[in-house]
């Protein structure tokens, strides 16, 4: 417990201010976000046009599928062009600074050297989580141990009254914190606290600004995995994949912090596309290093592989659901009615408790 308390603290930030200003050169968050709007009207447009014409009409989606829609092809493009603040990616080859940062990170993945780039998970989480998981512990004991980080006591409180476990009335209390939070939410509260300092490590260039908004990513996806999961789904197990998918970003923006040279940032779409398949396999080599489960580590892998296929277990669909719609809401939060026609019916429930858990 108190090598985790110390790792928190080494580690650990302020959180951005919400009103933060962006520094040049990086676009306003509207110009960034046009494209994606300009999508989803097209999508309705298909959609009406399909509603007028029912003989063209594909089969509805089953309950792993997706819905084919301009998101599709365009989201994870989209979110790493966000990352660097440059809008939409250019249709064109990678220039030679970006092919240069492309190698290294590629060289990264060749010699395993993936978990190098990121700190290591304390060895007292495993233990935590075994504790704060078990059935025969009293809130009373869990909030004795807390007390004894008060980085996770500040963390307990905080959750306990944000929107996602609100119960009408400010908890201040933390033994009142830990039965409102009950033993899922403590459980992620405790994997949060202690990936958190991972993304908020600003180092320099590009994971100063873009470490952040992969952690929005983040906490979207995981809680996005934990609501699609059903009854055959572990839940901590998806909640992980959601933390963990993403994690190799880190990774490759440490790499362009120190080998990218142009003062323009990456902008073309072969750079976009070559760095999101290099991080997901970054992904996979920090979550097999961090000794999750093999469950978890298999869907990483999956999601990172390419597009859906047969081979994808039900976690592996759940967590390439809950990324995209995760996604969806990081770039365009506050959608409502007929905006979200490209969407499925349980893609839109997922984007509503994204938006009741986070806000827009």
């Not at 009950?182 to 606290?193: D, E, F, K």
């Amino acid at each position: 417990m108190d090598l985790l308390a110390a790792w928190i603290r080494r580690f650990r930030r302020a959180r951005p201010a919400t009103n933060r200003v962006e520094p040049a050169g990086y676009p306003p968050l509207a110009r960034e976000n046009a494209p994606i709007a300009s999508a989803i009207k097209q999508a309705q447009r298909t959609r009406q046009s399909t509603a007028a014409d029912p003989a063209g009409a594909e089969p509805g989606p089953g309950p792993a599928q997706r819905v084919s829609g301009p998101l599709d092809g365009n989201i994870d493009r989209r979110f790493t062009a966000f990352l660097f603040g440059v809008g939409s990616p250019v249709a064109a080859e990678a220039g030679a600074a970006e092919r240069r940062v492309i190698v290294q990170i590629e060289q990264v993945v060749a010699h395993n050297r993936g978990p190098n780039l990121v700190p290591r998970l304390p060895v007292e989480l495993p233990r935590l989580i075994s504790l704060v998981r078990r059935d025969d512990v009293s809130p009373r004991d869990l909030s004795e141990r807390l007390l004894r980080d008060p980085t996770l006591v500040g963390e307990v409180v905080r959750l306990a009254n944000s929107p996602r476990y609100r119960t009408g009335r400010d908890i201040a209390d933390l033994q009142e914190a830990v039965i409102a939070l009950g033993q899922s939410g403590l459980t992620q509260l405790v994997v949060s606290a202690a990936m958190r300092p991972i993304f908020d490590a600003r180092q320099g260039r590009f994971s100063r600004i873009a470490g952040t908004r992969v952690w929005d990513l983040t906490e979207r996806c995981s809680h996005a995995c934990v609501h699609l999961s059903g009854d055959a789904i572990n839940r901590f197990h998806a909640y992980l994949a959601g933390m963990v998918a993403n994690i190799g970003m880190i990774g490759a923006l440490r790499v362009l912090d120190t080998d990218y040279t142009d003062y323009q940032p990456p902008r073309t779409g072969e750079f976009h596309d070559s760095l999101r398949q290099a991080a997901a396999k970054l992904s996979v080599q920090i979550a097999r290093q961090w000794d999750f489960p093999s469950t978890v580590c298999r869907a990483v892998h999956q999601f990172g592989a390419g597009p859906p296929g047969t081979a994808d277990d039900d976690l592996t669909c759940v967590l390439r659901t809950g990324d995209r719609i995760a996604k969806c809401h990081v770039l365009l939060p506050g959608l409502a009615g007929a905006a979200l026609a490209v969407l499925d019916d349980r893609e839109r429930r997922c984007y509503a408790e994204l938006e009741r858990a986070f806000g827009s």
